[in-house]
């Protein structure tokens, strides 16, 4: 089955303990991107992957790293977490790199929540 | 980054058409999407738009875009409970595809 996996679906943690939430697909996409959702912000983009070691800056990347050394995985660490780092993290993944008449489809994981203490 | 605003709730009869409403501000808007998200889950895609078409209608979907007032609105006709929902309005721009502006989301409670 075609999906984008991520581990953990929930995490409660401390300030300042490292932590790395896995995104993992099987749709041999090139793109994949994260986002953090919010109450009354809607859904803010972190950081996007083009390829494997290709990684770019979106809304909000502040206090948080990517990594793409497979093209499968793409995951997201939290060098030292704060709780405004608290919030609702999904991962998405799509199979054109953007090109115009593609359907620019992305394709969501079932979200990982995320307190910090 | 680009402004894409929903209003927050939207009440509706089982049975009757809904109407959510979403206004962004890059011009250059490429795709515009409409995702829902329904309790516990990511989000799924109904039905994108590319900037260059007025409407797009889907079985019950039908999206409208007004490029010159930078509205774009989805509706669902014959509502029924499942599709209470949260309803997001996305955009994608001309400068970099590969960066998403999504809005607040729309509750969409629809009442037996």
């Known amino acids: 089955e075609a999906q984008v996996t991520q581990n953990p679906r929930y995490l409660i943690t401390v300030t300042g303990k490292k932590l790395t939430v896995t995104c993992s697909q099987n749709?041999?996409?090139?793109?994949m991107s994260w986002y953090r959702q919010d109450p009354g912000l809607g859904l803010r983009q972190i950081y996007y992957?083009?390829?494997?070691?290709?990684?770019d800056k979106g809304d909000v990347p502040e206090g948080y790293k990517v990594s793409r050394k497979e093209k499968r995985n793409f995951p997201l660490i939290l060098e030292s977490p704060s709780p405004n780092q608290t919030s609702l993290y999904f991962c998405?993944?799509?199979?054109?790199?953007?090109?115009?008449?593609?359907?620019?489809?992305?394709?969501f994981g079932p979200g990982t929540r995320l307190t910090v203490l | 980054g680009e402004d894409v605003e929903q209003s927050l709730f939207l009440s509706v009869r089982e049975g009757d058409s809904s109407v959510i409403n979403c206004t962004y501000t890059d011009s250059s808007s490429t795709y515009l999407y409409w995702y829902k998200q329904e309790p516990g889950a990511g989000l799924q895609l109904l039905t994108y738009?590319?900037?260059?078409?007025d409407m797009k209608q889907d079985q019950r979907l039908t999206v409208l875009l007004n490029k010159k007032d930078k509205h774009l609105s989805l509706r669902i006709a014959d509502t029924q409970t499942g599709d209470s929902a949260i309803y997001f309005c996305a955009e994608s721009i001309l400068t970099n595809f590969n960066k998403f502006y999504f809005g607040s989301g729309t509750k969409l409670n629809v009442k037996p």
């Open positions: 749709m041999n996409h090139e793109y």
């Open positions: 738009i590319f900037s260059n078409m």
């Open positions: 998405a993944s799509r199979g054109t790199s953007g090109r115009v008449g593609g359907s620019n489809e992305q394709f």
């Open positions: 992957s083009m390829n494997v070691e290709v990684t």
